[in-house]
Structures are given as structure tokens and as C-alpha cells.
């Protein structure tokens, strides 16, 4: 092992009513690619962000050189030749590629001009350096979410970090840009940088990385150790304390059962083409696909968010044209559990009963339009009852509650509005295992109910658990259809070869 | 020619020829040297004041107390003159100090307390407005200085009043600063993305402190050009600035979200609505109409404004 440049001791952060981090530690050697993996919740992003100084931590040091630092801000560890390539883009839209790749350059000077030229032609390497066709006086705006990535990560290298911090890069990559950027990372390595990289791709992690650190439940399931003899299954078992399991569900015919929607040639003014779907009267079918195919545009278009342009809808049979989101859950009655709950799925300054009852609010109104709590809460309490929502009362803010139990409430919440066809997008991201088993055999028990389920879902094991059939989406059209026989070599194979063929071709 | 029309000084520069082609074509005396003289000094003044707002609107905020300030500064400049019997480049200094703090005050309070832009100007604004009435009893300040007065009613090269020359400099300082100087890239970076610009080791909260203190002076500026202008201290200077603030930077292309404005187009934004305002009275329009034309103006240029949107969204998606 050669010598470490930075390392965290023990470092725990805490937030009002939730540890976040817990005697956590972590080394990054000189000329390595270490792997940070955990699950969603786990910790990662907290861990990253004492590093990177956007937070402090609460116990425990930060050691630069094996000298202990503090960070009072991303200046400091930008300083300490810390740089990050965020998961969100970061980057200014209306500025210029070079712009932003130089931003930091200028953040120290108030009054010094700035010399575009000069800053166009340093932009231009590290652009080159990536092999990234762009010219740098180009606004960011117009560029690709993939090329957005590249150009943040051209941005993180033109601080000649000394550690770099990748958190989950080649989330928008597509397979040969993400082979271009690990060929760029390995030279990287060889020339003494630190990497961290943050992945949920276990594949890349294996063919890339060093050595490892796995977080679980904000605690260290393993600390820096070599990726040496570590399989696949060897990772998932440290990031979820148990292998992959898959309940011992009964597989489910539905070839007899009266299809709910129908989806026939369906194209968007958003790109998706020629999709032809069916989601039949309890039947639960998984939608997968890599961020950016289309699935949740897909369903949004569904829910008459956006307009559908081509081919046909049918409910229950019926030609329909859906033209807003009120009408989808009051005349269609189709609920949408989006996968962004903090922005689209609840109101989280308002309390939970108002929450759960905002899409029967029209149902249950008496004369007059006259709402009361009352009438909201015979409806929709047996719901948040069984869904063992845990909140000390109905008036709780939902802001308080932790993730699993805002789930819970943006599900119970269409549960009272009695849908037929419900589309739930990623409904576990950012909950614990055992939340998201009990949501699991909630959806379960609510397609045996008789309820349509449309899953959307990045997260194989839950496809895999949940799903009677699985659509593989890619670059906005269906790419293929899986029948699910629920064993998980066979089938994450069966998904990974629908997306790759398309990919490839 | 399509990156001309997407630059957002091309349709205001249009509007602005038409418009003086048109009103000249039906009533001549509009390009008469007497009325150029009156255009310009109007589009002095309500240069600053568009400014001033466009700053803050470049950081994604809005400052209710335009006005406010520039009255504040207006007050002082003359009553500093009367009562204490400075000479006039003093007073100017210290009034345009007064703004500097007025702003500083509002940003600082931004910053510090996280609270919206929009509450805390609309307090600061009665604040500086009841300070201004307090020190003036509403009753003007008469003392104006000569010097200062001449400044404010000649004129060189014709028909170019001296008002010209504050409202030009600042124009050039503030292109400047927004195009070339970091802090005003830190400016329009924090109001096109605040979370990127932090992780980009900008401070937010400096900059939204210097934008607001910069907002301050040339509100301030404008009320010691209109004390120059109007030849005495009216405690009523800047109560009807605040829709014209925003009018113009909204006319030029500024995104109220921020991260985007243009100090060109927003001075022609200021031409077209002194220009329309001058055209109804040379038509012997109401005058009372002025507002509904300002108001249906800036719906206009909102209207337009979104629709290049759109069409820039649709044009990029998918590459």
C-alpha cells in the first residue's frame, strides 16, 4: 500500500432525531481507486460531504497527510486539493463550458478581470484531456446531460486534486463514455491521484477499483480493505448484511385477467416511440431501465402531465385521452407515487391527514364544497392505520417523519383514493430494508387485492421481488419484455442483455 | 441572423427604432432638440434605477426598496447641503454612502437570516421611507446648490444633458462589472445556480451582500441625479420607481430567477418606456394611462421572454 493522503478517524454526524454517521472511518492511499458503496441511506453522501467540508463532523478527525485539518467549508478542502464531481449538476446553465470548468479559479479574486481567452484555452485541456469534443465558449445549456457530466468532471480536474471524489459519475453515461472516463481515471491513477468513487454499479466498482469501504446504516461494514478476492455477492452481503434474497412469492398467471391499461403505439412530444404496453387486473409489471430512458416521463404522460401524441390509451378497455393529472386520479382514478416524495409526492409542512386525504378531498367534500377533518379521517385513517404509519398523531407535520414513513403515507394516500391503477416510481430509494420489505408485501397484497401496478424501479432485487413481468426501457422505447421466474442470476442477466443489446447496436 | 435574434439586445433594439420611426413619421417635433433633451434625461435617471434592480434581479432576488433608498439618498444629499452647508461633491459622497449601507443592510439581513428578499425590502423599504419623512417633516429641502442645480438643468453637444454623464458611467462600470470582473460572474453565478456556486468555492452570502450594496449606491445615485434634476429635495423621490425597476431589466431579457440579465438591453428597455411615456403625451394621451401601457409593456416582454424559452428548449432537446 503506498502511503495515504487523506483519511477519516472515527468521524460521526448526527442530525435532530438521526445518526447519520457513527464511528465511521475511511483511507485513501496515493495512486488508488477506492470504492465507497453502501446503500441508499446508508450514509454515503454525508460521508462525502465531511469530506469535502460542506459539512463538519460531529466526533472523530479528518487527517490531510496525517496531519489532522479542519474544513469550515468547501473552500478549505477545495484548498487542501479536495475536488468532487457531484451527482447533482452542479454547473452554472447560462455560463460558458470554460467558465465553469475555471469557476474556482476566480472565487478568490473580486476584482481581477477575468481574460476569457485565457480561460478558454485552460478549459480546452482538461477538455482534451477527456477526450470531450466541446468548445469551451459553448453555453452549458446546450449541452447533453452526459456531456454536463463530462465537463464536471473536466471542472473537479483543473483543480489538480490531489484526491478526487466521484459520486456516482457515470450515472448518464452511456457504456462507451463510461469506458473512456475509467481509461482517463486509471492514468489518473498512475499518476499518484487518490480516487474516491461512489457507485452503485457493482460491476464498474469490481473492474476499476482498488480497494473499499462499505457503509451500512452509517456504520462501517468494512473499512478500507482490498478489493482483493471480493466477489459480487461478497459486497452485496457487506452493504446489506444478508445475500440477495428473493421472498418465496408464488408465481402469478394473469393471461386471463382484463387488461386495466393499455398502451398502444404510444408516442410523446418527450420521444418515446412505439410503446405498447399492457398492465392487467392485479398484475404487478416492473418498468426497468438506467436513469434517462424514459420511465418516469413515461408515467407522468400516463398521469396526463405531459401530452401523449401517437397510438392509444385504454382503460379498462376504453379509448381514453387523459388531459391533466385531475382528471387522472378523479375520473380515471390512477395514482402516481412519484419517485421525488420531498418535491412531488407530499406537502411536508402539512400534517399527515392532510396529506393522505388530498386526493379525495373532492370525493369527500359535503355541500357547498365544506371540507372537514372529520369526514377526511374516516376515509383515509383505516389506510394510514394499516399501513402502520408510526407518527405520535394525524396532525404530525410529515416534514418530521422519517423517509419510510412518508412513503407509507404518499402509498396510503392512493390507497384512500381507491385507484385501479396505480404507478409507483422507485418507492423505496432512501428507506431501510425492513421498511422496504413491508412495502414490498404491501404492494403485494395490494395487486392481490386487484389493484394494477406499474413499478418503475432502478433497484434490481426490488424488480426482481415485486414484478410478475418485466419491460426493459432504454432511450425512451421498450426494449424487450421478460417473464419473471424471480431467479436473480437468470433475470438481472436476462434485463442487463435487453439494455446492452440496444446499446451496442 | 439566428444568433442575432436569440441576443436579447436585438428585439428591444427593434422596438425602440420602430417606435421612434413611427411617432417621428406622425408628429415631428418628437425628434425636436428641446424634446430629445427631455427623453434623455428621464432615460438618465431611470438607467440607475433600472440597474439598481438588475443587480439584484442577476441574483435571483428582488429589492422592494429600490425607492426607498434612492428617497433616502435624495434627502440627505439636499438636506446635507441645506442644513449643514456642504459643498455639493461632499454630500453626493456621503448620500451614496447612505445607499451603500441601506444595501448593505438589506443583504446582510438576507444573508444572515436565510429569510426571502422579497420580506426583507419590503420591511427595509418602510424603514428608509419613515426615516426619510421623519428627517423631512414631508416638507422639500429648498437649499439645492446652484452648481448642483446647473448640473442637473444644462446641457453640452446640444442637446445632451450632464445627467448623461453619471448614467453612462455607470452603464460602462456595470457591464463591466457583470461581463468581466469576478464578483459579478460570482453574481450571476450564485443566481443561476446558488448550491453549484457555493461547491465552487464562491461565498454566497458575500456576494449577495456586495450585489445588494451595489444595488444601494446606484439607487442612491439615481435620487442625488433627480434631486439635480427636480432642483429641490422632494420627500416623494423614488415612491414610483419600483414598477419602472422592474420593467426595464424584464424588457431587456432578464430571467426573474436570476443568473441572467443584459445591461445593454435592459437601457434600451429604460428607451422604450420613456419613449412610449413621451409619445402619450405628445398625442395628448391621458396621462393616467401611462401606468396601464407600463404594466401591458411588461406583460409584453414576460410574454416574449417566455416564449424564446420554449423555443430554445425545444430546439436543444435531445441532443
Known amino acids: 500500500m503506498g502511503e495515504i493522503v487523506f483519511e477519516a478517524r472515527g468521524v460521526s454526524k448526527f442530525f435532530p432525531g438521526v445518526k447519520a454517521l457513527e464511528n465511521v472511518s475511511i483511507k485513501l492511499t496515493k495512486g488508488s481507486i477506492h470504492a465507497l458503496l453502501g446503500e441508499n441511506g446508508a450514509g454515503k453522501s454525508t460521508l462525502i460531504k465531511l469530506i469535502t467540508g460542506v459539512y463538519r463532523p460531529d466526533e472523530g478527525e479528518l487527517l490531510l497527510d496525517g496531519k489532522p485539518t479542519n474544513f469550515f467549508g468547501p473552500r478549505d478542502a477545495m484548498a487542501a486539493g479536495i475536488g468532487v464531481v457531484h451527482q447533482e449538476r452542479n454547473l452554472i446553465p447560462r455560463f460558458s463550458v470554460g467558465e465553469n470548468i475555471m469557476l474556482e479559479q476566480s472565487a478568490g479574486s473580486l476584482f481581477k478581470p477575468i481574460d476569457y481567452r485565457q480561460i478558454n484555452a485552460d478549459a480546452k485541456k482538461w477538455l482534451d484531456m477527456l477526450g470531450l469534443d466541446v468548445d469551451p465558449s459553448m453555453r452549458v445549456s446546450q449541452l447533453s446531460v452526459a456531456k454536463m457530466q463530462l465537463v464536471e468532471i473536466a471542472k473537479a480536474l483543473s483543480l489538480r486534486s490531489r484526491v478526487l471524489l466521484l459520486d456516482e459519475p457515470t450515472a448518464s453515461l452511456s457504456p462507451h463514455e463510461t469506458i473512456a472516463l475509467f481509461a482517463l481515471l486509471k492514468k489518473l491513477r498512475d499518476e499518484g491521484v487518490s480516487m474516491l468513487f461512489v457507485s452503485h454499479k457493482l460491476e464498474e466498482v469490481q473492474s476499476i477499483c482498488d480497494s473499499v469501504t462499505v457503509l451500512r446504516d452509517g456504520h462501517n461494514a468494512c473499512e478500507s480493505r482490498s478489493m482483493a478476492g471480493l466477489g459480487r455477492q461478497d459486497l452485496v452481503k457487506l452493504m446489506i448484511g444478508r445475500s440477495e434474497q428473493i421472498p418465496d412469492w408464488a408465481a402469478r398467471d394473469f393471461a386471463a385477467a382484463p387488461p386495466v391499461l393499455e398502451l398502444k403505439d404510444v408516442a410523446t412530444p418527450l420521444g418515446h416511440q412505439n410503446i405498447d404496453l399492457t398492465v392487467r387486473k392485479g398484475e404487478i409489471v416492473g418498468l426497468y431501465g438506467l436513469i434517462g430512458a424514459g420511465r418516469t416521463e413515461l408515467a407522468k404522460s400516463i398521469m396526463g402531465l405531459f401530452p401523449v401524441n401517437g397510438g392509444s390509451v385504454k382503460l379498462d378497455g376504453q379509448a381514453v385521452t387523459i388531459g391533466n393529472v385531475a382528471d387522472a386520479i378523479h375520473t380515471h382514478r390512477i395514482g402516481y407515487v412519484s419517485e421525488d416524495r420531498k418535491q412531488e409526492g407530499l406537502i411536508l409542512m402539512h400534517t399527515v391527514l392532510d396529506n393522505a386525504g388530498i386526493a379525495i378531498w373532492r370525493r369527500v367534500a359535503r355541500k357547498f364544497g365544506l371540507l372537514t377533518d372529520q369526514s377526511v379521517r374516516v376515509t383515509a385513517e383505516p389506510f394510514i392505520r394499516k399501513l402502520e404509519v408510526r407518527t405520535p398523531s394525524l396532525n404530525q407535520i410529515v416534514g418530521n417523519l422519517s423517509g419510510g414513513n412518508q412513503q407509507k403515507i404518499s402509498v396510503a394516500k392512493w390507497l384512500a383514493a381507491g385507484v385501479r391503477l396505480l404507478i409507483v416510481d422507485e418507492p423505496t430509494v432512501g428507506i431501510d430494508i425492513k421498511t422496504k420489505a413491508y412495502l414490498h408485501e404491501l404492494l403485494r397484497d395490494l395487486s392481490n387485492s386487484g389493484t394494477a401496478i406499474l413499478l418503475i424501479t432502478s433497484d434490481m432485487p426490488e424488480m426482481i421481488t415485486l414484478a410478475d413481468r418485466i419491460v426493459v426501457m432504454n432511450d425512451y422505447r421498450l426494449a424487450g419484455e421478460l417473464h419473471n421466474t424471480r431467479d436473480y442470476a437468470a433475470m438481472s442477466e436476462g434485463i442487463m442483455h435487453l439494455i446492452h443489446r440496444v446499446a451496442a447496436a | ?319
Request: charged share 5%.
Open chain 2, 1 to 319: 441572423m439566428q444568433s442575432l435574434w436569440r441576443a436579447d439586445w436585438f428585439g428591444p433594439l427593434v422596438v425602440t427604432v420602430v417606435a421612434i420611426i413611427f411617432i417621428a413619421a406622425f408628429n415631428p417635433s418628437f425628434l425636436s432638440p428641446l424634446n430629445i433633451q427631455v427623453l434623455l434625461l428621464a432615460i438618465s435617471v431611470n438607467m440607475l434605477i433600472a440597474f439598481s434592480q438588475m443587480i439584484i434581479i442577476a441574483i435571483g432576488q428582488m429589492n422592494l426598496s429600490v425607492g426607498a433608498i434612492g428617497g433616502l439618498a435624495a434627502i440627505s444629499f439636499a438636506g446635507m447641503m441645506e442644513v449643514w452647508g456642504l459643498p455639493g461633491p461632499v454630500a453626493a459622497v456621503l448620500a451614496l454612502l447612505i445607499g451603500v449601507v441601506a444595501g448593505f443592510f438589506n443583504g446582510f439581513f438576507i444573508a444572515w437570516t436565510g429569510i426571502s428578499a422579497f420580506v426583507i425590502t419590503l420591511a427595509s423599504l418602510s424603514i428608509f421611507k419613515g426615516l426619510n419623512l421623519a428627517v423631512t417633516r414631508a416638507q422639500p429641502f429648498y437649499g439645492v446648490l446652484e452648481s448642483v442645480k446647473a448640473f442637473g438643468a444644462t446641457t453640452f453637444l446640444g442637446p445632451l444633458p450632464w445627467l448623461l454623464i453619471p448614467a453612462a458611467i455607470a452603464f460602462v462600470l456595470t457591464w463591466y462589472l457583470l461581463n468581466r470582473l469576478p464578483l459579478g460572474r460570482h453574481i450571476l453565478a450564485v443566481g443561476g445556480n446558488a448550491h453549484a456556486a457555493e461547491l465552487s468555492g464562491i461565498s454566497v452570502p458575500r456576494t449577495i451582500m456586495a450585489a445588494h450594496a451595489i444595488s444601494g449606491l446606484l439607487a442612491a445615485l439615481a435620487g442625488i441625479c433627480l434631486v439635480a434634476r427636480l432642483q429641490i429635495g422632494q420627500p416623494t423621490i423614488g415612491d414610483d420607481w419600483l414598477i419602472l425597476s422592474f420593467a426595464a431589466p424584464v424588457i431587456g431579457g432578464a430571467v426573474l430567477a436570476g443568473g441572467h440579465v443584459s445591461t445593454v438591453a435592459t437601457v434600451l428597455g429604460v428607451a422604450i418606456v420613456a419613449i412610449i411615456t413621451q409619445a402619450l403625451v405628445l398625442f395628448h394621451i391621458d396621462p393616467f394611462l401611462v401606468q396601464v401601457v407600463l404594466g401591458a409593456l411588461i406583460l409584453w416582454a414576460v410574454g416574449v421572454n417566455r416564449w424564446r424559452e420554449v423555443r430554445v428548449a425545444r430546439s436543444l432537446k435531445r441532443i
